[in-house]
């Protein structure tokens, strides 16, 4: 099923992807490449929290741990930086498989603590196991390199890494858009109903939460081979709060509006960097002002705006609240009764 996108919504991904293209000459080029591989964690997780309702505190579990991965077959073995991100990628899918298992048994809350626990487990490991991982010193050192091209710029690295995470990018697009992305937001909106009409709703949500692992694995492994470092902090739980802040800060159920959240505490990292005492109180008032100000999120509120506009301009009736403008309305099909209705 092929996903027909309005005139505007194309000029408005292809302005994106023209500023995706100048960003490293806006911003310096590293700044920059963070802010496009942690929007493309933040989609990770708002692939399982805003289309299938799962809230994850263990994404760290798969940052870290693709970044680990890509950084010791980078240093170790020699490879080239797309085979180690591959390898680091691939690694993270894996991890995800038993831990999605398990953690979906549960939901709400309970959920959420799960994929913490499993994630504090992880970095348990990263953390004893120095003699790979180098414990709370980290992978240092780690090699950029790919046959007849010098990477040793953060500008050229920057340009060799985006078609990767446009990939990770274009990979949540077609997920969200396709047959399993409406099924997933039916599992998110009503499980009971869907199991009701013979969806197998728990390998659904496996399925969704391994992609949405991989995603996160792809993006930490890019993170890591372009700092040349894989630190503890990685795999900490600090940062799957961080990522989820920023995912609920551009707008839960948008897609995109983790990318909007990632700009904006990067920024805000970036800005604070001389007065760090000051980082964790302007955070926190900025993240109060957003969810208090803006309900749906920055670009959840901006596309709620845009969406209402329209139907006035158009004379259509009022888009309901409870549909997100990114997310797909679950068009499952229920069967059909038969019956002959006599007495």
Do not use: C
């Amino acid at each position: 099923m092929m996903t027909k996108l309005s005139p505007p919504r194309l000029a408005a991904y292809g302005f994106v992807l023209v500023l995706a293209l100048l960003l490293p000459h806006l911003i310096y080029p590293v700044l920059a490449l963070d802010i496009v591989l942690w929007g493309l964690f933040a989609i990770s997780v708002d692939l399982l929290l805003g289309f299938g309702g799962l809230l994850s505190f263990g994404h760290a579990a798969f940052w870290g741990s693709g970044a680990y991965v890509a950084g010791i077959v980078a240093k170790r073995m020699g490879v080239s930086f797309p085979v180690a991100i591959l390898i680091g990628t691939i690694v993270a899918i894996l991890l995800a498989v038993p831990i999605g298992y398990l953690s979906i048994r549960r939901q709400g809350i309970y959920f959420a603590m799960v994929t913490l626990a499993f994630a504090q487990m992880i970095y348990y490991v990263i953390n004893q196991w120095r003699g790979v991982t180098g414990g709370e010193n980290g992978l240092q050192s780690i090699p950029r390199t790919f046959p007849g091209v010098d990477l040793s710029s953060a500008t050229a690295f920057y340009y060799a890494a985006l078609p990767f995470a446009v990939v990770g990018y274009l990979l949540a697009f077609r997920v969200v858009h396709s047959p399993f992305g409406h099924v997933l937001v039916a599992i998110r909106d009503n499980e009971a109903r869907a199991q009701a009409l013979g969806y197998p709703t728990r390998w659904y949500k496996l399925i969704g939460f391994v992609i949405s692992a991989g995603l996160a694995g792809l993006a930490g492994s890019l993170f890591a081979v372009s700092r040349g470092l894989a630190d503890l902090e990685y795999a900490r739980w600090t940062t799957s709060g961080l990522v989820v802040i920023m995912t609920i800060l551009g707008g839960v159920g948008t897609l995109w509006g983790g990318v909007v959240g990632a700009v904006i505490v990067l920024l805000l990292r970036d800005w604070l960097s001389k007065r760090p005492e000051l980082l964790g109180v302007v955070t926190g008032l900025v993240f109060a002002v957003i969810v208090l100000g803006f309900r749906r999120g920055i670009l959840g509120t901006a596309l709620h705006w845009w969406r209402e506009r329209a139907d006035r301009v158009m004379n259509r009736p009022r888009t309901p609240d409870a549909t997100p403008m990114e997310t797909p309305t679950a068009t499952i099909i229920e069967p059909k009764q038969s019956g002959t209705g006599g007495s």
